[in-house]
T-cell receptor
Framework: AQKITQTQPGMFVQEKEAVTLDCTYD???????LFWYKQPSSGEMIFLIY????DQQNATEGRYSLNFQKARKSANLVISASQLGDSAMYFC????WGYGGATNKLIFGTGTLLAVQP | DVKVTQSSRYLVKRTGEKVFLECVQD?????MFWYRQDPGLGLRLIYF???????EKGDIPEGYSVSREKKERFSLILESASTNQTSMYLC??????????????FGPGTRLLVL
C-alpha cells in the first residue's frame, strides 16, 4: 500500500537559516509524483513544489527545493533563508496509483508544524 | 488564478442536525474532492467527484454523502451530525484525470464544531 510518513510533528528554525522537513514514502509503483503543500493558520493549502519519480534533477521553486533520494524513498523539503511568514504546517503528499495509471487522488502525510523564530 | 471557495469558514451545529458544506470552483475543473483534516492524522479523503453526478468514495465516507449537480459545485452532506465529525473540512479541485504532475487547488477550509 502507498504511504507517506512525516516523522517530525514540529520544528523550530531561526529566521534566515535553512531548514529541512523530512518525508519518506512507500510505493511499489515505478512512476509516481510527490508534492509539498504549505498550510498557514488561515487554513488554505498552498502548493509549493512537485517532484516526478523520473525527474533527473531535484525540483526547485524559489527558496524551496526538494531533496529527492529515490533509493532511500525520501523527498525532503528544504527551505532556505527562512522567513517569519514560513511559519505554517507543511504536508508531503503522493499521487496515488491505480489501474490504468495515475489516479486523481493524493495521499497525505500527517504534517510538520514549522515555527520560525526571530 | 484558480479560486476554490467554501460557503463557511466556521460552523457550529448540534448533534443530529443535517449539515451542508458547499464548495465552488471557478476554473472549470473536472475533479473535486472533500477532505477531512484532524491533528496527527493529516488529510483524509472523504469523497471525490470526477464529473457532474459522478462520485467515488474515499477512505472515510461513513457518515457523509455528496452531491454534484453542476460542474463548479460540490457539496458535502452530514445527514445526522455527530460529535466525532467535529473537524476541519477542506475542498479541492484539479483540472485533469491521470496527469501525474497535476496539483490540487484547495479552498480555505471549514471548521465544523458539532455540539
Amino acid at each position: 500500500a502507498q504511504k507517506i510518513t512525516q516523522t517530525q510533528p514540529g520544528m523550530f528554525v531561526q529566521e534566515k537559516e535553512a531548514v529541512t522537513l523530512d518525508c519518506t514514502y512507500d510505493t511499489s509503483d515505478p512512476s509516481y509524483g510527490l508534492f509539498w503543500y504549505k498550510q498557514p493558520s488561515s487554513g488554505e493549502m498552498i502548493f509549493l513544489i512537485y517532484q516526478g519519480s523520473y525527474d533527473q534533477q531535484n525540483a526547485t521553486e524559489g527558496r524551496y527545493s526538494l531533496n529527492f533520494q529515490k533509493a532511500r524513498k525520501s523527498a525532503n523539503l528544504v527551505i532556505s533563508a527562512s522567513q517569519l511568514g514560513d511559519s505554517a504546517m507543511y504536508f508531503c503528499a503522493m499521487r496515488q496509483w491505480g489501474y490504468g495509471g495515475a489516479t486523481n487522488k493524493l495521499i497525505f502525510g500527517t504534517g510538520t508544524l514549522l515555527a520560525v523564530q526571530p | 488564478d484558480v479560486k476554490v471557495t467554501q460557503s463557511s469558514r466556521y460552523l457550529v451545529k448540534r448533534t443530529g442536525e443535517k449539515v451542508f458544506l458547499e464548495c465552488v470552483q471557478d476554473m472549470d475543473h473536472e475533479n473535486m474532492f472533500w477532505y477531512r483534516q484532524d491533528p496527527g492524522l493529516g488529510l483524509r479523503l472523504i469523497y471525490f467527484s470526477y464529473d457532474v453526478k459522478m462520485k467515488e468514495k474515499g477512505d472515510i465516507p461513513e457518515g457523509y454523502s455528496v452531491s454534484r449537480e453542476k460542474k463548479e459545485r460540490f457539496s458535502l452532506i452530514l445527514e445526522s451530525a455527530s460529535t466525532n465529525q467535529t473537524s476541519m473540512y477542506l475542498c479541492a479541485s484539479s483540472p485533469h484525470r491521470g496527469q501525474v504532475q497535476e496539483t490540487q487547488y484547495f479552498g480555505p477550509g471549514t471548521r465544523l464544531l458539532v455540539l
